[in-house]
């Protein structure tokens, strides 16, 4: 292909396939963060670092990639959580990797503190090239901190599913248990990378950890004879692990069986020593995992659904003051935000009609006031033609309307489960909805939102909130659980997330795109996670047709 030969320092591959465009085919690059000898900010404690992500594409806004854990307790912490981004090779890609101390279980981190940044393009972060910069730390410039960036390509779309459990760990706490977790190392070429870590089972010396997965890149390179170490560590608060023990093994033997934790120090000191307990590897099974772009490809549809919110809190639309309040030049920040999402949006649906509806208002010819109404007052036919379609409908509702309450999210998103779910009857990734709710954030009915969200997150649906206007959005983030998975008020889990909430007004003086990038930038990941846990193949593929049973290898054999 023409378009593997035009990247100076990394292939296209995924290869391009048939009819899209060079713009589109890009590589995916995972970044690995690790610092070295950063500020102690912390009175009684270690610095509890954390790294954001931030990227800038050919000269617009700056927007959130995405966070690392919170390491406890450490001044040079290796961060386990990797991003992935995409490489555009056309593109100037600037990042920005600021590393706080998070003191504060808030998303904001405006009450954290600020322990420095490295300011680079994607460009310089070459393959396989650790990047080391000096932090410059406010308040206290002139004293370096040490930012590493390793970036690889990922060429491998394997991952593998693990599931694992321990038995007759040793005790290291004082009351006779231990916390286990387990870290898996792939060998490099200077040591040991850290490719995963698991949670922390409480006092426990039988432990079981959740399934999880790790890329086949992350772990081994893809080699299945490659050296993979895995330590498994008794947790503690201050951030002074204990080592349990270690063994070593590879991706061919981790397939099998149980392994025996060493601790060489015990094993010095302790006559007849025999272990410090076994992990058996219950689950070790390597699949293909699809991307986004597989989905897309492969014949997957992106259904569109806009959602207003026509309240009282909005303000009188006659008067400048108003949200709705249409300027001469025909704008408003709800307009502006429908425009702004649905023109990325619309490339991926192919019949282009988009339902559209309104909530919180009193609607002719009875005013009640109904929380799910079509803009164009056709319940058999809510669709409107393109955005274009979605804009028109609004100015024309807006009037016919007067601004009511409470604002309930609640009955347009289960509407839009309702839809999703006869979707999910096909058994295909054929379809995948989107709702965009724009809202001045005020929102009335959280409980049933909560549980509707949670009910949503079991459905090839995302959500994506805007807030326009100046209110106090903190339920919003809630909403969006990037703290933590969404809890209905029984304490039924999210299976997901599937919530972006983003403040409207952080983009005020963005070039248009900006928006977009941001509310969109979880969208591809949740496609991804939604199919992958439903066990779908992109519905076209023409590579899971030759090979149906290509992740159970053992299951074709019967
Ligand atoms: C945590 O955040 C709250 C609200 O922003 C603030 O009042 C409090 O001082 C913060 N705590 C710390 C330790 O910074
Ligand atoms: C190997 O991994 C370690 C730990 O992450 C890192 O410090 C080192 O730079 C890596 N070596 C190479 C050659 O990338
Ligand atoms: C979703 O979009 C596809 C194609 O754009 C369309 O054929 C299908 O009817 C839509 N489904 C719903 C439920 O709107």
């Given at each position: 292909s023409p378009l593997q030969t035009t990247s100076p320092?990394?292939?296209?591959?995924?290869?391009?396939?048939?009819?899209?465009?060079?713009?589109?085919?890009?590589?995916?690059?995972?970044?690995?963060?690790?610092?070295?000898?950063?500020?102690?900010?912390?009175?009684?404690?270690?610095?509890?670092?954390?790294?954001?992500?931030?990227?800038?594409?050919?000269?617009?806004?700056?927007y959130e990639v995405g966070r690392t854990e919170t390491v406890k307790n450490c001044l040079s912490p290796k961060f386990a959580k990797k991003f992935i981004i995409d490489y555009y090779f056309e593109l100037v890609q600037r990042l920005k990797f600021q590393i706080y101390d998070i003191d504060n279980k808030t998303v904001d981190l405006s009450d954290d503190d600020f322990l420095g940044e490295l300011d680079c393009t994607l460009g310089q972060v070459r393959p396989h090239v650790t990047h080391v910069k000096t932090c410059d730390r406010r308040p206290y410039p002139g004293k370096v901190a040490v930012v590493r960036i390793r970036a690889e390509e990922i060429k491998d779309s394997r991952v593998v599913n693990f599931e694992a459990e321990a038995r007759k760990l040793d005790k290291k706490d004082f009351f006779g248990k231990s916390d286990p977790f387990l870290e898996f190392y792939k060998q490099n070429e200077t040591g040991w990378q850290l490719a995963h870590r698991t949670e922390v089972v409480k006092r426990n010396l039988n432990p079981t950890w959740r399934p999880f997965r790790v890329p086949l890149q992350s772990l081994c390179d893809g080699d299945m004879d490659k050296p993979i170490k895995v330590e498994c560590y008794d947790h503690n608060n201050d951030g002074s692990h204990d080592l349990?023990?270690?063994?070593?093994?590879?991706?061919?033997?981790?397939?099998?069986?149980?392994?025996?934790?060493?601790?060489?120090?015990?094993?010095?000191?302790?006559?007849?020593?025999?272990?410090?307990?076994?992990?058996?590897?219950?689950?070790?099974?390597?699949?293909?995992?699809?991307?986004?772009?597989?989905?897309?490809?492969?014949?997957?549809?992106?259904?569109?659904?806009?959602?207003?919110?026509?309240t009282g809190s909005n303000g009188d639309p006659n008067t400048p003051?108003?949200?709705?309040?249409?300027?001469?030049?025909?704008?408003?920040?709800?307009?502006?935000?429908?425009?702004?999402?649905?023109?990325?949006?619309?490339d991926y649906s192919s019949h282009k009609m988009f339902p559209a509806f309104g909530f919180g208002a009193q609607i002719p010819p009875t005013w009640q006031v109904s929380h799910q109404f079509p803009l164009n007052f056709n319940p058999a036919n809510p669709f409107c033609?393109?955005?274009?379609?979605?804009?028109?409908?609004?100015?024309?509702?807006?009037?016919?309307?007067?601004?009511?309450?409470?604002?309930?999210?609640?009955?347009?998103?289960?509407?839009?489960?309702?839809?999703?779910?006869?979707?999910?009857?096909?058994?295909?990734?054929?379809?995948?909805?989107v709702l965009l709710i724009i809202t001045d954030g005020v929102i009335t009915d959280m409980d049933q939102t909560c549980s509707a969200i949670v009910n949503a997150s079991r459905l090839p649906m995302s959500i994506i909130i805007i807030g326009v206007g100046r209110a106090d959005f903190t339920a919003m983030d809630i909403l969006d659980g990037d703290d933590g998975r969404l809890r209905a008020p029984t304490g039924e889990m999210a299976a997901r997330d599937i919530v972006q909430f983003v403040p409207f007004r952080k983009f005020q003086n963005a070039p248009r795109e900006a928006l977009a990038q941001s509310v969109l930038a979880e969208l591809p990941g949740q496609v991804e996670?939604?199919?992958?846990?439903?066990?779908?193949?992109?519905?076209?593929?023409?590579?899971?047709?030759?090979?149906?049973?290509?992740?159970?290898?053992?299951?074709?054999?019967q």
């Open positions: 320092s990394m292939g296209c591959s995924p290869p391009c396939k048939g009819g899209i465009m060079a713009a589109q085919c890009v590589t995916k690059v995972e970044l690995t963060v690790s610092c070295e000898s950063l500020l102690d900010m912390d009175l009684f404690s270690k610095s509890d670092p954390m790294c954001v992500l931030l990227i800038n594409t050919a000269g617009s806004q700056w349990i023990g270690i063994f070593e093994t590879n991706m061919k033997r981790l397939q099998e069986a149980e392994f025996e934790c060493i601790n060489s120090q015990k094993k010095q000191k302790k006559k007849g020593y025999k272990n410090s307990g076994v992990v058996s590897v219950k689950m070790c099974q390597v699949v293909k995992e699809y991307t986004f772009l597989d989905y897309i490809m492969g014949g997957c549809q992106i259904n569109f659904t806009v959602a207003i919110d026509f003051q108003s949200l709705h309040y249409i300027s001469p030049q025909g704008y408003n920040e709800y307009l502006s935000a429908i425009w702004s999402v649905g023109m990325v949006i619309q033609p393109g955005i274009q379609g979605v804009v028109e409908a609004y100015k024309v509702c807006l009037p016919q309307v007067k601004l009511y309450g409470p604002t309930n999210f609640s009955p347009v998103i289960n509407h839009l489960a309702s839809i999703a779910l006869q979707a999910t009857q096909q058994r295909t990734a054929s379809q995948y909805h996670s939604y199919f992958r846990i439903q066990k779908l193949n992109p519905p076209n593929d023409p590579e899971s047709q030759l090979q149906p049973n290509e992740s159970q290898p053992s299951a074709s054999a």
